[in-house]
């Protein structure tokens, strides 16, 4: 039986099929056209899951949808009408696309897919619960689902066991701490529902001096975690926007201009905001703990990608196991919902993975050698085809000497972080590689950090934990004996004045406060790049790359190759691998109409 999985409308639109329970195909649908964050209707994602098994429509037994449509509409009507006059202005805005659109969900999917069958509704939070617990490797687990809104709901505390996950608590709207830290990430001039990973990278270069005024005017908090915000102070029950006047008064200006300079204001609200979400998070984790017994944790919704918040949690907290959906986000809630779906409703049984279920995350799709040599044709692009041991040989060599290099391989990985297939990786020993991958390769601010991929039986060589991280979302210390020392003079700069100062052998990878976001790589899930990183430390003692996304600011994570030339040849790429074929930068031609590349993607 073929279940497909849908979300879309809102942000991060995906599909996922799954045969039988198990998940084999799934892809955001902004990959395919290249608008990030594409909230439109899936259908090249959906297209890219039916030809991954060779299916039409026609063999689909159902459709399931990630949220309730007619719930959610509920919500945005109660509340722009309880916040008249002002909401009235939304209202009218709002009701247009819901009455000719948004409402009529099943009968949209039904018509532009061509397809009669059944669509089921799955609750917001319920497709959060179900992509957390179903694809984890426990057969019983608390779960955390922490985002900004779905239908009613922006926090549900819940307990799944075997087939079957139930929600015991709920904070509901207006009260959310993913709209709180929204709140504050269009404070500091970042851009809401994208930007909120730069406040978390930014937080180290501040201090907390905000985190009073925080609990004692914003957030009324709880010993168990829940919580109400004064509503006073935000914008967003009225839709203009996410903070107000009063917010302004409380910190002492209006919102930082996207286009204007970080200030150390900035850095102590991103500080101040993270610590606060650290422990509300905190104290959910433990009551829930409470209130279930198991030592099993599973995470998922937005705020479950705020990596350095679930590092504390593993390693304070009160579960022994935890588990996070690596597309934490509204594109994971289409796998959520298709699991809901087969486990709940048809009330099929779960065998849990060894590992998990979610495959490493390469999930989408991938492209033959053959197809590969077929595009350098066209583009009369020079490259070497090689063996994988010969390619893995000099691509280690290429990294030891300082190359940067585009990574495309094997299936494309589902959610927000590449893991080795669609990656730019470097040395993570040269000092001088973060700021080179930021201003030169990815055209962004310079104070964003980069993760380190190691191969898991030398994880804990070089970091504080010793625990699988395959997706990139624990944080976690660099070793104190890897770290230096800063000296009296260094001690006495502040904020972004430390970006460049070298604080362990491994550089490239250690942020400010010597943290670092950790992907353990696996034989099993990813034989290809864990040979590569393991070559590179036969070579040079550090089994530990350089991994970042390969896209450059403000476009997804590349999909086709096509897409990775494309980037390759508008920056400071130094090789490119294309399956098993290897292009030196300097012997490709010239991008035909990309000559001003610097300035189309030239920083603010």
Known sequence: MYILGIS?????????????????????????????????????????????????????????????????????????????????????????????????????????LGYNGEVHYCDHHESHAASAFFPSPFQDAAILTVDGVGEWDTTTLGHAYGNHCTILKEIRFPHSL??????????????VNSGEYKVMGLAPYGEPHFVDIILEKLVDLKEDGSFRLNMDYFGYLNGLTMTNEKFNGLFEGPPRNPEGPLTQKEMDLARSIQEVTEEIMMRMSMHLHDITGSRN??????????????????????????????????????????????????????????????????????????????????????????TDEHLIDMVSDLLADGNVIGLFQGRMEFGPRALGNRSIIADSRNREMQKKLNLKIKFRESFRPFAPSVIREKMSDYFDIDYDSPYMLLVANVKESRRYKMTPEQE???????????????????????????????????????????????KTGYPVLVNTSFNVRGEPIVCTP????????RTGMDFLVLENFLLNKNEQPTLIGDTDWKNEFALD
């Open 8 to 112: 879309a409308f809102y942000h991060d639109s995906a599909a996922c099929l799954i045969r039988d329970g198990e998940i084999v195909a799934a892809a955001q649908e902004e990959r395919f056209t290249r608008e990030k964050h594409d909230f439109s209707f899936p259908h090249h994602a959906v297209t890219y899951c039916l030809n991954e098994e060779g299916l039409s429509l026609q063999e689909i037994s159902s459709i399931a949808y990630y949220e309730n449509p007619h719930l959610k509409f509920d919500r945005i009507l109660q509340t722009y009408l309880a916040v008249a006059p002002l909401g009235l202005a939304m209202v009218a805005r709002t009701l247009p696309p819901w009455i000719t659109k948004k409402l009529w969900v099943r009968q949209i999917i039904q018509s532009q």
């Open 178 to 191: 993913g709209l709180l830290y929204s709140a504050f990430t269009y404070y500091t001039g970042f851009k």
């Open 297 to 386: 944790l599973c995470l998922a919704g937005g705020v479950a990608l705020n990596c350095v918040a679930n590092g504390k949690i593993f390693k304070k907290g009160p579960f022994k196991e935890i588990w996070i959906q690596p597309a934490a986000g509204d594109a994971g809630g289409a796998v959520g919902a298709a699991l809901q779906y087969w486990h709940q409703v048809r009330n099929n049984p779960r065998t849990p993975k060894s590992g998990d279920a979610m495959k490493g995350a390469y999930l989408g799709p991938s492209y033959s050698n053959d197809q590969i040599e077929h595009f350098l044709k066209q583009k009369s692009a020079p490259a070497q085809k090689m």
């Open 492 to 538: 006495r700069l502040f904020g972004i004045e430390r970006l460049n100062i070298q604080r362990s052998d491994i550089p490239a990878v250690t942020h400010l406060d010597y943290s670092a976001r950790i992907q353990t790589v696996h034989a099993e899930t990813n034989p290809r790049y864990y040979g590569l990183i393991r070559r590179f430390g036969e």
């Open 562 to 569: 096509e897409d990775a030339y494309r980037c390759f040849m």
